[in-house]
């Protein structure tokens, strides 16, 4: 109760009607009514000072409650994430001409690791429906992680019937300038070209086509909840790989911030890693990143706790679209 110097009268008063409350902080109706007619006896001045009363009281309690859904509303925005604009959706590209051919075997175990960083791609999410992509294509590694839909076109090797497949960049199929760019150079510049796993190969073409083309596009990443962060480095160089991004599936830039730090920008490594020179460490860790395609930006509020360590893969609740 809002204490305010009154009459002696009206606190006389008031302290008949207070204790009449009930647990919700109401009156009794028979209280009340009771309370009221006696206050009929008193002059205009106290009437209006218990309306006085009241009505502060109800704005206090206004206010306190209003305080408190911001205070929630900030808690959730801070264990989560927020997007810096609109949420832009990546929106599938034209269809373009292309070849394709494939690398490794049926178990596709020569295509982990590979350029982009993503090491075994089974535990990261990325399974065999993965590409190698010509260096026209894979853009110093910025293409690492957009989503490709293929289909074999022209050819007799390609399947009836099966429309397309959709494979992730994950890796770099390099040039070979001792072979024509027609004849066995198939990842040279200009060229575009997709080197596929032979799993995802086998699901447009028979595998002893050896080189087939194809109708390629951009399409948006479908990923299953928010952006993974992958650490490496030492207690002076954060090392952070970004997997499972959704939407254009690429990151054009990133920034890192510890609960006793700013915003710090962080540099391209190579593939889908960036770094930090900083001493990071006890603090728990936001990430703001940039969609390369979109150029939406997303922050990633406290992703990592203050005991996070190297070598561990901690994730978002937030994505691209």
Known sequence: MVSRRLPATFVDHWAKI????????????????????????????????????????????????????????????ATTGSYGSSPARFKPSAW?????????????????????????????????????????????GHACGQCYRIKCVQSPWCFKGVSFTTVTATNLCPPNWSEDSNAGGWCNPPQ??????????????????????????????????????QFQGNGYWLLVYVMNVGGGGDVASMWVKGSRTGWMSMSHNWGASYQAFATLG??????????????????????????????MTYKANVNFH
């Open 18 to 77: 207070e204790p009449a409350r009930t647990s919700t902080g109401t009156l009794h109706k028979t209280t009340f009514k009771r309370s009221w007619k006696e206050a009929k006896a008193l002059n205009l001045s106290i009437l209006t000072a218990v309306a006085v009363a009241m009505a502060s009281d109800l704005l206090c309690s206004w206010r306190f409650g209003l305080l408190c859904l911001l205070a929630v509303i900030g808690r959730l925005a």
């Open 96 to 140: 373009s001409l292309a070849h394709a051919t494939f690398y490794g075997d049926e178990t596709a175990s020569e295509t982990m690791g590979g350029a982009c960083g993503y090491g075994n791609l089974f535990q990261t999410g990325y399974g065999t429906d993965t590409a190698a992509l010509s260096s026209t294509l894979f853009n110093d």
């Open 192 to 229: 575009a070209h997709f080197d596929m796993a032979k799993p995802a190969f086998m699901k447009i073409a028979r595998w002893k086509a050896g080189i087939v083309p194809v109708m390629h596009r951009r399409v948006p990443c479908e990923r299953a909840g928010g952006i993974r962060f």
């Open 282 to 311: 006890g603090q728990s860790l936001s990430f703001k990143l940039t969609s390369y395609t979109t150029k939406e930006t997303i922050v990633a509020y406290n992703v990592a706790p203050p005991n996070w360590s190297v070598g």
